[in-house]
């Protein structure tokens, strides 16, 4: 008697299915039935990192669909980040429900990252990169100096999301509300990869000519693809600016630029599970890096004061280790565990 060894697929719409056999469905049924429970046997800080790490999911892959799977550096995510959070916090100000709200801060981000996204017909690489980390300096600019609208350095303060007279001002029922945006944008990219608009940002993205060669029109999904993006970017800063309830400038400069970028690098860069992977890995960084200092601080008292010193060094060289040793981020790792799993005790 003979049996089936691996996965056989008759038609490309099944091997484009996003689960392809029972075992993953139940298993991500079963991750997502502790995740649901998981904030009433946790603390309210750690149910905050929850937050964080749901909205900084949401904020990864929209720059991973982006940079990973189109190709297209950004160096100015944070500022389109900050377009959301300050278009939704202006607008819920002046009496928006918070839903419409939302929507209207990622379609005016949008708007923006489409209108910065113009170059990248005529520049490509670090001249792309170039040209977005101007976009990323010209909004902070505009976000600290047109005090009317923004309240410049003093900043913004925000109430608590409200949807049909709930009002979500707990970190409890927050996680539900930034867990339902998280998994939503997580399945829209997957799925946009599996269109003929994913196809043709990959095919972009390993070589625009040959993608041009074939039809495909350059200057149309690049322009997509950045309207997509910042759409998902817009969304995670009206997220992030209703649920911190106060946010200024210096929340948006480079820094946090360079640390969504890091986070697809560190996940993997085209990967939609590797933007959740290096979202949670850069959250939950600084509260290793604390654990760490305080299990030596019996040793050497001063250790917390050099960790965070050290901290932006620590990162970097996190960072140089991942491009070094794993360029392909923490989703290759995930495929070969699971590989090894599935293949064990065989070597092939």
Not at 324 to 342: C, H, M, N, T, V
Request: glycine share 10%.
């Amino acid at each position: 008697m003979q049996g089936k060894c691996g996965l056989f697929f008759t038609t490309y719409a099944k091997e484009c299915q996003v689960f392809h056999t029972d075992f993953q469905k139940s298993t991500v049924a079963l991750f997502f039935l502790v995740l649901l429970a998981a904030p009433f046997f946790l603390s309210s800080y750690q149910v905050s990192l929850l937050n964080l790490i749901n909205i900084a999911v949401i904020g990864a892959v929209s720059l991973n669909l982006l940079t990973g799977s189109c190709g297209q550096i950004s160096l100015g995510h944070g500022a389109f980040i900050g377009v959301g959070a300050y278009a939704t916090g202006i607008c819920t100000l002046n009496g928006w429900p918070f839903l419409p709200a939302l929507l209207f801060g990622g379609a005016t981000t949008a708007l923006v990252g489409m209108i910065f996204g113009i170059p990248s017909l005529r520049l490509k690489g670090i001249y792309l990169a170039i040209a977005t980390l101007a976009a990323q300096l010209i909004l902070v600019y505009i976000f600290m100096h047109w005090t009317s609208v923004t309240g410049g350095a003093i900043g913004m303060g925000l109430d608590p999301p409200v949807i049909l007279g709930y009002s979500f001002d707990t970190d409890l029922k927050m996680f539900y509300l930034t867990l339902f945006f998280a998994v939503s944008a997580v399945l829209i990219v997957k799925n946009i990869l599996r269109t003929k608009s994913g196809r043709a940002f990959v095919a972009i993205r390993d070589f625009h000519l040959s993608a041009e060669s074939v039809g495909i029109n350059l200057f149309r999904y690049k322009l997509q693809a950045f309207g997509v993006s910042s759409f998902l970017a817009g969304i995670a800063g009206g997220l992030w600016a209703h649920y911190t309830m106060y946010i200024n400038p210096e929340q948006f400069e480079i820094g946090l630029s360079i640390q969504y970028l890091a986070m697809i690098i560190i996940g993997g860069l085209g990967s939609v599970i590797g933007s959740v992977f290096g979202a949670v890995f850069l959250t939950l960084l600084p509260e290793a890096l604390g654990i760490v200092a305080n299990l030596l601080s019996g040793f050497f008292p001063d250790i917390s004061t050099y960790f965070l010193a050290m901290r932006d060094g620590i990162f970097g060289l996190i960072l140089v280790f991942f491009l070094i040793f794993e360029p392909d981020g923490l989703a290759r790792r995930w495929q070969l565990a699971k590989s090894y799993f599935k293949l064990h005790p065989f070597a092939h």
